[in-house]
């Protein structure tokens, strides 16, 4: 291959590895999406807690050397978002506002019932919604890390605090309890049971409606594994999405 060839198939991969940021304010507050890589891609991958930088860099990383649009929710650095509503401080988490009871149940932490904070959470969820697409997606990947021991998969095994959230469970090969998939769709939960990871099935029917994006998808039938690492655990994480897309999409 000569250099202009080489040349110009460098120009081609940059041109076509978009990166950009989508500015989604709440009540004032300045928020983000950067998105990287192509939209015409079927697999979503999602960051949205700002403090989860491991799994912020190995979506990166699987994004430009397996595919799949990158999402990150950018903030300030924090798991939940703050904005001022009203003069008073308000902090929701971004995984509980994706169904109206969770907006609700958010709201009833910041001891608010008014309806206008409501109205202004949702619209900020639904422009969310929109930019992500998730309906036209085959696969949607979130992106998760964890502190080591608070939640695992022991949480969703008998005795554990969200036993009867999980239809069924497979217990991998690794050791660390903490580094595991979450999923809502049989068919998958089979397929990455195939593997040495420890798997959840997310069970669609008895699930608490807690606005997180599981329950959100369960409720659509829209494909999602949350991938889901102790933090610090990068390669463990990337090794993790590997599978996932050795055994979802590039079969
Ligand atoms: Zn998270």
Same mark, same amino acid.
């Not at 940021?21 to 300045?30: F, N, Y």
């Not at 929109?130 to 021991?149: G, K, M």
């Not at 497979?170 to 040495?196: A, C, N, P, Q, W």
């Not at 608490?208 to 994480?237: K, W």
């Given at each position: 291959?000569?250099?202009?060839?080489?040349?110009?198939? %460098?120009?081609?991969?940059?041109? %076509?590895?978009?990166?950009? +940021?989508?500015?989604?304010?709440?009540?004032? =507050?300045?928020?983000?999406?950067?998105?990287?890589?192509?939209?015409?891609?079927?697999? #979503?991958?999602?960051?949205?807690?700002?403090?989860?930088? =491991?799994?912020?860099?190995?979506?990166?990383?699987?994004?430009?050397?397996?595919?799949? @649009?990158?999402?990150?929710?950018?903030?300030?650095?924090?798991?939940?978002?703050?904005?001022?509503?009203?003069?008073?401080?308000?902090?929701?988490?971004?995984?509980?506002?994706? =169904?109206?009871?969770?907006?609700?149940? @958010?709201? &009833?932490?910041? +001891?608010?019932?008014?309806?206008?904070?409501?109205?202004?959470?949702?619209?900020?969820?639904?422009?969310?919604?929109?930019?992500?697409?998730?309906?036209?997606?085959?696969?949607?990947?979130?992106?998760?890390?964890?502190?080591? @021991?608070?939640?695992? #998969?022991?949480?969703? =095994?008998?005795?554990?605090?969200? +036993?009867?959230?999980?239809? %069924?469970?497979?217990?991998?090969?690794?050791?660390?309890?903490?580094?595991?998939?979450?999923? %809502?769709? *049989?068919?998958?939960? +089979? #397929?990455?049971?195939?593997? *040495?990871?420890?798997?959840?099935?997310?069970?669609?029917?008895?699930?608490?409606?807690?606005?997180? #994006?599981?329950?959100?998808?369960? @409720?659509?039938?829209?494909?999602?594994?949350?991938?889901?690492?102790?933090?610090?655990?990068?390669?463990?994480?990337?090794?993790?999405?590997?599978? &996932?897309?050795?055994?979802?999409?590039?079969?």
């Amino acid at each position: 291959m000569n250099y202009n060839i080489i040349i110009f198939f %460098t120009v081609g991969i940059i041109l %076509t590895w978009v990166q950009r +940021e989508i500015a989604i304010p709440l009540c004032g =507050t300045d928020i983000s999406l950067v998105i990287r890589g192509h939209d015409d891609s079927p697999v #979503l991958l999602y960051n949205m807690h700002d403090n989860e930088n =491991t799994a912020a860099v190995a979506g990166r990383i699987i994004a430009m050397n397996y595919g799949g @649009q990158y999402y990150e929710l950018i903030h300030r650095g924090d798991r939940n978002i703050a904005f001022v509503f009203d003069e008073d401080s308000i902090f929701i988490d971004p995984n509980r506002i994706y =169904t109206d009871a969770g907006i609700w149940q @958010q709201m &009833a932490k910041n +001891e608010s019932e008014d309806s206008l904070l409501f109205m202004e959470i949702a619209m900020w969820r639904d422009s969310l919604l929109s930019i992500l697409n998730l309906n036209e997606r085959s696969l949607v990947i979130a992106l998760h890390n964890n502190t080591n @021991q608070f939640y695992s #998969l022991l949480s969703y =095994t008998s005795g554990g605090e969200f +036993e009867n959230e999980a239809d %069924t469970t497979f217990e991998g090969k690794i050791r660390d309890m903490d580094d595991f998939y979450f999923v %809502t769709d *049989r068919h998958i939960f +089979e #397929l990455l049971s195939k593997g *040495r990871y420890h798997v959840v099935l997310q069970d669609n029917e008895l699930m608490t409606d807690d606005g997180s #994006l599981s329950v959100y998808c369960g @409720q659509l039938g829209i494909r999602y594994v949350n991938v889901e690492a102790q933090q610090n655990h990068l390669i463990r994480q990337i090794k993790m999405l590997i599978y &996932a897309f050795q055994r979802l999409v590039l079969y």
